[in-house]
């Protein structure tokens, strides 16, 4: 009796060790996390954000920081636009539809949207819906660009972008190269709307949140009103400003849905546990590699994936021209975390990038991480170049008025280069780096305002030089 009870207290002692020591480190986890969000806040100038860790099937860490808009603390019910972490929510209404037969995936999009056409250029394959799902649809990254963000709002929202978008030509094979683009899940928005015969957001509302338990997660503009959403901030020069609102409900299927930490958690545990609004065959599909992209780097249906041995997860980062979110999934270690921020501007994406990289080593290897220096070298050299041109366009200008005798076809080159210059300049910018204007616009307005003042000096300087040679042609002529 004496040998079992020293076993049982053994035993229990084991037990108690171990309890101590789980929850000693997962102390230690929410300090170092709460920490690293507060040191990283304060060095990418994020106004607020929210956190959610879900790990072993729980609530692992929760909290918010800052505020809002208005003033309001951020909290776990604080509303944000997810961005692009919108498709994998697209596609599993996809992935629903396939469940319910209403859509198979390797059939041609034409039986879904026969108001639609596109220019095949000779190609011989037609566009899947397999092939939305995972941008390999052949519609360039630019020509969904050109109709992304365009602040179009209300039930027919969708159908208008797709209008927009019809005879968009392609330039590569359906299903040969994968290229990122918002016209796919566009696309996938308007075939959930024929072939249910509601609006993209009722369907959303009524089979895919209300069955996750995601009562605080919409996706058009007045039901984000309803509920409080108040819009972001845009970064300028690393300082939030205050968003103008911006809000596309043609983009809610790929990038303006909206919601909070505390919805988004529940969407991680059906990620990492399954449940019954997918068959088993179509979660498995759904979080599949599907697109081979580079190295161990795959693209699934609506999904990054990386396919590393011991290093196994999906993701999808998103973001509009005021907010940008990370999602991150590891079955294979059984956790996963939602990031909510309201700041965004092209030339920080990195900063919640490391911000994910920093939680994901917290919670995976219990240290923390230095929090990575942000540089704003594209906004502070466009504002030096706009400044040297200024002062070298007065400085000449002044020589000019001040010399009696000029070389006339020196000046009228200088002038008629400035006013090519000032004209070319916007479509050289759109050209090299494959964006449209009105994206430059939204997602680095600080950039784009600068380059107009460009635009205006170099034409003010080229009008102005011509304007002068020739008062002084007419002067010596006289």
Excluded at 32 to 45: A, C, P, Q, R
Excluded at 106 to 135: C, M, S, V, W
Excluded at 326 to 340: A, M, S, W
Excluded at 441 to 467: D, S
Aim: aromatic content about 12%; glycine content about 8%; some cysteine.
């Amino acid at each position: 009796m004496r040998k079992v009870l020293i076993a049982l207290c053994l035993f229990f002692n084991f037990i108690f060790s171990l309890q101590f020591h789980a929850r000693a480190e997962s102390d230690n986890q929410k300090e170092l996390l709460e920490k690293f969000m507060n040191e990283s806040m304060e060095e990418y100038g994020i106004p607020g954000a929210s956190l959610a860790v879900i790990q072993d099937g729980k609530l692992m860490f929760q909290q918010s920081w800052g505020e809002q808009r208005k003033g309001a603390p951020v909290t776990k019910d604080t509303l944000f636009t997810i961005g692009s972490v919108s498709k994998p929510l697209t596609s599993l209404a996809i992935m629903r539809l396939v469940d319910d037969k209403k859509i198979a995936l390797d059939q041609e999009i034409d039986r879904y949207l026969p108001a639609f056409h596109y220019n095949r250029n000779g190609f011989d394959k037609k566009i899947t819906i397999r092939h939305l799902l995972t941008h390999s649809s052949g519609i360039s990254s630019y020509d969904g660009l050109e109709i992304a963000d365009r602040n179009l709002r209300g039930k027919y929202a969708i159908d208008v972008a797709v209008q927009r978008l019809n005879n968009v030509d392609l330039n590569y094979e359906p299903g040969e190269v994968h290229q990122y683009s918002a016209a796919n899940y566009l696309l996938l928005g308007k075939i959930i709307e024929n072939v249910t015969n509601q609006t993209f957001s009722e369907f959303m509302d009524d089979e895919i949140f209300s069955e996750l338990g995601m009562g605080r997660t919409v996706s058009n503009f007045e039901a984000a009103k309803a509920l409080g959403y108040q819009p972001g901030y845009q970064s300028w020069f690393g300082k939030p400003m205050k968003s103008r609102g911006f809000f596309d409900d043609s983009g809610a299927p790929y990038g303006y849905m909206v919601s909070t930490t505390d919805d988004m958690s529940k969407f991680i545990k059906f990620l990492l546990e399954g449940g019954d609004i997918l068959s088993k065959d179509s979660f498995d599909t759904y979080t599949s590699p599907h697109y081979h992209r580079k190295e161990d780097l795959y693209y699934g249906l609506g999904w990054r994936i990386s396919t590393e041995v011991d290093n196994s997860y999906y993701f999808h980062g998103g973001e509009t021209p005021d907010s940008r979110t990370e999602l991150f999934i590891t079955p294979q270690q059984d956790y996963g975390f939602i990031l909510l921020t309201n700041k965004n501007n092209f030339s920080e994406i990195l900063s919640t990038v490391w911000m994910r990289d920093g939680i994901k080593m917290i919670v995976e290897e219990g240290k923390s991480p230095e929090v990575q220096q942000l540089n704003h070298h594209m906004q502070w050299s466009t504002l030096i170049v706009t400044l040297f041109l200024l002062l070298l366009s007065s400085w000449n200008f002044y020589r000019l008025i001040k010399k009696t005798k000029i070389k006339s076809k020196l000046w009228i080159f200088i002038g008629v280069l400035s006013i090519l210059l000032s004209i070319g300049m916007i479509p050289l910018l759109i050209y090299m780096i494959s964006s449209p204007w009105n994206t430059i616009n939204l997602y680095a307005p600080a950039t784009a305002i600068l380059i107009k003042f460009l635009v205006g000096i170099l034409a003010t300087n080229g009008v102005l030089l011509l304007f002068v040679v020739y008062f002084k042609k007419s002067s010596d002529g006289d």
